[in-house]
């Protein structure tokens, strides 16, 4: 990591532990926060944290790790979240998920070589009236079939140059 | 693409006067409002079913410790697979969830109310958060609320991180706190040792927009619904293989098989009620009552039709919970792993009949000696897929 990152990211975590306050209620949203910015919680991004907070780095990375929409390892712009659970497995999530994988060419647990696309499962999203369901970072799409899974990801490739833009600007 | 409304039946939550309940509320002694809440016997609406006056009583004896003050938690980390309703009265119902959360604060002398949101539905927020800001403005939070000197509390969102186990509420206080969501040894319980060792209430989305309707039309129009031992109504996320899944109401002590009926499941071969960690009812036995007393759920309602490979949903199930344990304790973290095996090998068709046995033994043991509810309920649905299923389940040859 370069030094000038390591700075920025320093002053991040700072300004969100001042944000959050001083206390271990604040790691989680300073955590979340990291993710959001940074798309990753890096192991040096869980030392300033810790010693910001006053803990163990232990105690970071058990937080981190125990969480699924918390990770450590870098992820992509878009994060595409395939619900597994019952109602949408019985309403077809396994060829939306065949699809997924040729479409972004990458296995579930991947990341795109160009950094803009991840590929995850999740447990149940709450839309099981509605499957198979994906959660693409924020956003959630319903009833998803396998010939619209190529629309989703031209909609987020659209996209990209604005979230590329805001990135240099900030 | 997009969510569509799912809402099937109207809910009594549409034709509730905006902030009656509150307005009573006001109006009564803190004794009173739980005597109200307590005489109408309604019980927790996550799924365990606990009484929300006792709940109540016993956070309004606690004694606060030094410089703390009590709390009042919603719990909206709906993550039970099939649930979806509060993520509908969360939508549809915001100002009533956290007018009942205002009630509770009442009457237990809270200060400090926590939604709890899970992380999947980060997309509320902002419309929650808007809803906030309008009670702030209607002096319905904050200080001096509804006029009535001295009674100040506010609301703020705190997003979970993706961890079922967190439904589970000392797990869900424990990740409040910045830890990871392992439940806690009880007692002692939340109601007294709570969020930052406060006394602290933790009750689920409907059930505190359940209170807001009893307040505003007395416990005895509550109680004169449902069972004796379960009264009102409840919402039921109904999915799976119906011409109508969505969110549907219905009176406790509804059978499976009128519910089933109403949602268009008929020729249903199974029903699971209470999510994984409920039980799976086969056909023979719809004429069983969804309350307390007999089959109880916190909602979720899946619909199994006549071609389902029943295996195919105890793996799912299975991999869920393995996926989900938080791995504090032995029997849930290994017993669901051996589980799952057990599932893989009986679609392999290489399972004896004493092994089986073996597993179902396991199961007991998990149900007996897990720390939390997730453990203990886990086994539920494969103990009942392999009790109403072993035709289709022993013996294969074909690889699934």
Not at chain 2, 234 to 242: E, M, P, Q, W
Not at chain 2, 298 to 304: A, R
């Amino acid at each position: 990591m370069l030094v000038g990152q390591q700075q920025r990211l320093q002053d991040d975590i700072r300004g969100l532990v001042e944000r959050f306050g001083r206390q271990r209620s604040s790691l989680i949203p300073v955590l979340q926060e990291i993710q959001k910015t940074h798309t990753t919680i890096s192991d040096f991004a869980m030392q300033v944290v810790a010693d910001e907070l006053g803990l163990h780095p232990a105690e970071v990375y058990g937080v981190t790790s125990f969480y699924a929409f918390l990770r450590q390892e870098s992820r992509g712009r878009f994060v595409f979240r395939l619900c597994q659970t019952i109602s949408c497995d019985l309403a077809g999530k396994a060829r939306v998920a065949r699809q997924l994988e040729n479409d972004l060419g990458i296995r579930f647990g991947q990341t795109t070589a160009d950094g803009r696309f991840s590929l995850e499962w999740a447990s149940c999203l709450g839309m099981c009236d509605q499957g198979p369901a994906l959660l693409v970072n924020d956003r959630v799409y319903t009833q998803v079939t396998p010939e619209q899974v190529h629309a989703i990801i031209d909609e987020c490739k659209s996209t990209f140059g604005a979230h590329a833009r805001q990135v240099a600007h900030s | 693409m997009s969510p569509v409304n799912s809402k099937k039946t109207p809910f009594t939550f549409d034709s509730v006067e905006p902030e009656s309940g509150l307005r009573v509320a006001l109006g009564m002694s803190r004794a009173d409002i739980i005597g109200e809440v307590s005489a109408c016997q309604l019980r927790g609406r996550g799924g365990a079913g606990f009484p929300t006056g006792t709940k109540w009583n016993l956070a309004a004896a606690a004694k606060v410790k030094e410089g703390g003050h009590k709390y009042v938690v919603c719990n909206a980390d709906e993550g039970e697979p099939g649930a979806f309703k509060d993520r509908v009265i969360l939508s549809d119902h915001a100002d009533m969830v956290f007018e009942g959360m205002t009630i509770a604060a009442r009457a237990i002398g809270a200060t400090v109310g926590i939604l709890y949101l899970r992380s999947e539905y980060v997309y509320l927020r902002p419309h929650l958060e808007r809803v906030l800001e309008r009670r702030r403005q209607n002096t319905l939070l904050g200080v001096d609320i509804g006029g009535v000197a001295g009674f100040t509390f506010d609301i703020h969102i705190h997003m979970g991180a993706g961890a079922y186990v967190c439904g589970e509420e000392t797990a869900l206080i424990e990740s409040l706190e910045g830890h990871r969501g392992e439940p806690r040894n009880r007692p002692p319980f939340p109601v007294d040792t709570g969020f930052n060792g406060q006394p602290t209430v933790v009750n689920n989305v409907e059930t505190f927009a359940w209170v807001v309707c009893i307040l505003g039309r007395t416990a005895q129009w509550f109680k004169s619904i449902g069972t004796a031992k379960s009264t009102g109504y409840k919402l039921f996320s109904v999915s799976g293989d119906c011409a109508e899944p969505g969110v549907y109401e219905f009176p406790l002590g509804i059978t499976v098989g009128e519910l089933v009926e109403k949602v268009g499941g008929r020729g249903a071969k199974a029903v699971q009620v209470g999510g994984a960690s409920g039980h799976c009812i086969p056909a023979s036995e719809f004429g069983r009552r969804i309350a307390f007393e007999d089959v109880s759920t916190g909602g979720s309602i899946i619909v199994f039709g006549r071609d389902r490979d029943m295996l195919a949903v105890a793996r799912n199930f299975m991999e869920f919970f393995v996926e989900e344990s938080c791995g504090q304790c032995t029997p849930c973290r290994a017993g669901n792993a051996k589980l799952l095996e057990g599932v893989e090998m009986l679609q392999r068709g290489e399972c004896s009949m004493t092994y089986l046995q073996e597993l179902l033994g396991l199961c007991e043991t998990m149900q007996l000696a897990s720390k939390c509810g997730l453990g203990q309920s886990s086994p539920n649905a494969f103990v009942s897929i392999v009790k109403h299923f072993k035709d289709e389940i022993m013996g294969r040859t074909l690889v699934h």
